[in-house]
C-alpha cells in the first residue's frame, strides 16, 4: 500500500516537472512582440520588386550557418476586399520546394487580419533555419481559408542583413498585390 501511494507521488511529481518543462520548451521556439525595430544598418542596395504570380508564400532562410541571426515581422496592412490570414512556420532546415509548407507542428503564429501589427521577433538562432510567411483569404466569414493567388517581393539589402517588403494577391486576376502587406527582417552581421 505505501510502495502504491510512492509510486504515485513519484507519478504526480514526474507529471507536473512534464506540464512545467513542456511549455517552457516550446515557448523558446516562440516570436513575442515587441516596441522595437530590427536594428538593420547602413543601406546597401534596394533591389526592383519581384513578382512571383504562383507563390502562396515566402520563406526567408539562412545562408551563413556560423553567425547568429534573428528574425522580425510585422503586418504593415493591406487593401482587400476579403478577410486576411498569416500564418508563421519555422524549421531547423532548409527551405522545401516553393509552396509547400512545414507541417502544423512548425506554426508559429497565425493572424486572421490585414490591420498593421507591431514588430514580433524570434529568438537569436545559429544553423540552418527557414522562416515561411503563408498568406491566406476567405471571401466569406465562414468559407474555407484559400491559398494567395501571388506574391509580390521587395529586397533592401543592409550592411547586415535584409529587409523583405511582401504583399500578397488574393485575386485569379493577380490586380494589384497589395491585399496582405508584411514586413520581415533577417538581422545577421555576416
Ligand atoms: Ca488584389
Ligand atoms: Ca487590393
Known amino acids: ?9 513519484v507519478l504526480g511529481v514526474a507529471i507536473a516537472v512534464l506540464l512545467i518543462a513542456f511549455p517552457l520548451a516550446t515557448h523558446s521556439l516562440a516570436q513575442r512582440s515587441t516596441s522595437a525595430s530590427p536594428p538593420l544598418r547602413n543601406l546597401v542596395q534596394e533591389f526592383d520588386p519581384v513578382i512571383m504570380p504562383e507563390a502562396t508564400a515566402y520563406s526567408v ?20 476586399l476579403f478577410r486576411q490570414r498569416l500564418r508563421v512556420f519555422v524549421e531547423n532546415a532548409s527551405p522545401r520546394p516553393q509552396n509547400q509548407l512545414p ?9 486572421t487580419t490585414n490591420a498593421p501589427t507591431g514588430w514580433f521577433v524570434f529568438p537569436s538562432e545559429t544553423g540552418i533555419f527557414t522562416y515561411y510567411f503563408d ?19 521587395k529586397r533592401t539589402r543592409f550592411s547586415n542583413g535584409n529587409l523583405y517588403e511582401l504583399g500578397f494577391e488574393d485575386q485569379a486576376s493577380l490586380d494589384d498585390y497589395n491585399d496582405l502587406e508584411l514586413q520581415v527582417a533577417i538581422v545577421q552581421p555576416s
Do not use: C
Open 61 to 80: 532562410f539562412t545562408t551563413n550557418p556560423d553567425t547568429p541571426h534573428q528574425v522580425w515581422y510585422r503586418i504593415s496592412g493591406g487593401d482587400a
Open 1 to 9: 500500500m505505501q510502495r502504491r501511494s510512492l509510486v504515485y507521488s
Open 103 to 111: 507541417p502544423e507542428s512548425a506554426l508559429r503564429q497565425e493572424i
Open 135 to 153: 498568406g491566406d483569404h476567405r471571401t466569406t466569414p465562414n468559407s474555407p481559408w484559400e491559398n494567395a493567388f501571388g506574391l509580390k517581393v
